[in-house]
C-alpha cells in the first residue's frame, strides 16, 4: 500500500469512528453509547478506536485530520496588508465559514450535554496555536505583539462560539464570528501608545 493509500484508508477509518460517534450519541444521549458500540458501528475494534481517539469524547470533537492542513493554508494564503488585524480577521473568516461538515451536529450535541460543554473551547486551541504561528512568521521581533495579535483572535471566536445558540443555524455562528472579532480595535504590533 502506498503512502497516499495509507493516509486515505486512515483518513476513512478516522471518519467512520467519528461518524458513528456523532450518529449514536445523537440517537442515544451521550452516557448510553460505549466505545465498544462505536467500534461495532464503524465495523472496527476497541483496540482501533484507541489507536485513533484517547476517549469516546475525543471521537466528537478532535479536529479532523484535514483541519490543521486547510488552516496553515489559509495562513499561507492570507493577505498581507498594512494591518495585520483586518488580515488575521480573513483568516478566521475563512475558517469559520469553511467549517467541518458535521460540526453543526456535534455542537447540537455539546448543547444538548453539560458534562461535553467546555470540551470544544480546550480542543479548539489549536487555532489560536496556528494564528499564533502566523502572527510569529509575521511579527519575528515582537513575540508579546505577535502572541497579544493572536491570543485577542481566539478570545473573539470563544466568545462567539459560546454565545452561538446552536439551534440556530450555522450562518449564525458565522454572523456572531464576524461581528466579534470587527469589534476589536487592535493597534499594529511593535507601535506604542504615546
Not at 475563512?94 to 458535521?102: E, L, Y
Not at 444538548?112 to 480546550?122: F, I, K, M, T
Request: charged share 25%; net charge negative; proline share 7%.
Amino acid at each position: 500500500m502506498t503512502q497516499s493509500a495509507r493516509e486515505a484508508s486512515r483518513l476513512a477509518t478516522w471518519r467512520a469512528l467519528r461518524e458513528a460517534t456523532v450518529r449514536l450519541v445523537t440517537e442515544r444521549g451521550f452516557a448510553a453509547v460505549t466505545v465498544d458500540d462505536v467500534a461495532a458501528a464503524a465495523g472496527t475494534s476497541r483496540r482501533t478506536f484507541f489507536n485513533y481517539f484517547p476517549t469516546k469524547t475525543a471521537a466528537l470533537f478532535d479536529p479532523d485530520p484535514e483541519l490543521a492542513g486547510r488552516l496553515e493554508r489559509l495562513t499561507e494564503e492570507a493577505p498581507v496588508t498594512g494591518d495585520p488585524w483586518a488580515d488575521l480577521r480573513w483568516i478566521c473568516a475563512s475558517f469559520v465559514r469553511w467549517g467541518p461538515p458535521d460540526t453543526l451536529v456535534v455542537y447540537r450535541l455539546v448543547a444538548a450535554s453539560g458534562e461535553l460543554r467546555d470540551y470544544p473551547v480546550q480542543v479548539h486551541r489549536h487555532v489560536e496555536t496556528a494564528l499564533e504561528a502566523w502572527a510569529s512568521r509575521r511579527f519575528p521581533d515582537d513575540p508579546l505583539g505577535a502572541r497579544l495579535l493572536s491570543a485577542t483572535a481566539g478570545a473573539a471566536l470563544g466568545v462567539a462560539f459560546l454565545t452561538w445558540d446552536p439551534a440556530t443555524p450555522a450562518e449564525e455562528f458565522v454572523r456572531l464570528t464576524d461581528r466579534a472579532l470587527a469589534a476589536v480595535t487592535v493597534r499594529r504590533p511593535g507601535t506604542e501608545e504615546t
